[in-house]
């Protein structure tokens, strides 16, 4: 499995790697909380001890979503709410993985609640929201559910409507972690085609060492069930 963090020698690996990616994108992938609040700032402000009021009007906006699901359940705004508020509410700790953060097992168990409520916006949503598919990445992400595929599949609805060099990166990522590498080739190739000229070298790079390194484990047979996703 790519992303046992148990490992130190798959850890270091993984730092490296997007390491490379966040001095290049100034800390703007996904992976790294742009938009997600995973630890510096946004979302996550809110479980601070200073955020114990916010996380008191997340717990009511999701009660009232579950409400409103279940007396109107064919309602996508609802399952949005409801999406939106489980995710908020999975609490996040900074000291996990040896300090790279991530989501507790309370939060995991919230992240799952949240991809209930996604799955069933998506069936009722022609035109997803690119702001919730951007923290359902998220959600599904190692640091999280660890459901790459699923993962990949969010950050499809996310480009197509921001179309951003750092948006298709991260959709390149998670389809290389998930073993899709046709998908992975094409959004690496998106990816460059944006990027600053200056830069497309270093992504391109970057996005190729992520991809060898999940070859190379597959190689190994240390891709499997734990990498692939389930969406």
């Known amino acids: 499995m790519l992303f046992?963090?148990?490992?130190?020698?798959?850890?270091?690996?993984?730092?490296i790697i997007y390491l490379g990616l966040a001095v290049l994108m100034g800390g703007g992938l996904l992976l790294f909380g742009i938009g997600t609040g995973t630890g510096q700032g946004g979302f996550f402000d809110i479980f601070s001890n200073n955020g114990k009021g916010a996380t008191s009007q997340i717990?009511?906006?999701?009660?009232?979503a579950a409400?409103?699901?279940?007396?109107?359940?064919?309602?996508?705004?609802?399952?949005?709410?409801?999406a939106y508020a489980r995710y908020l509410s999975a609490p996040y700790d900074n000291t996990l993985n040896s300090g790279n953060g991530g989501f507790t097992s309370t939060g995991r168990a919230k992240l799952s609640q949240a991809s209930a409520?996604?799955?069933?916006?998506l069936k009722l949503e022609p035109h997803p929201s690119a702001t919730l598919a951007h923290l359902m990445a998220n959600a599904y992400s190692q640091t999280g559910l660890n459901q790459p595929a699923s993962a990949a599949s969010a950050m499809e609805?996310?480009?197509?409507?921001?179309?951003?060099?750092a948006n298709y990166a991260t959709l390149a990522e998670y389809a290389y972690l998930a073993n899709e590498m046709r998908k992975g080739d094409l959004a690496a190739a998106k990816a460059v085609s944006l990027a600053p000229s200056a830069q497309q070298k270093l992504l391109r790079n970057n996005l190729d060492s992520i991809k060898r390194q999940v070859l190379q484990q597959g190689a190994r047979g240390g891709v499997g069930g734990g990498v692939v996703g389930t969406g």
């Open 157 to 165: 609805i996310v480009t197509g409507s921001q179309p951003s060099y």
């Open 4 to 15: 046992d963090l148990q490992s130190r020698g798959r850890r270091t690996a993984v730092k």
């Open 59 to 64: 717990s009511s906006a999701e009660t009232s």
């Open 67 to 82: 409400r409103k699901v279940r007396l109107h359940p064919n309602d996508p705004r609802a399952w949005y709410a409801l």
């Open 117 to 121: 409520a996604w799955q069933h916006y």
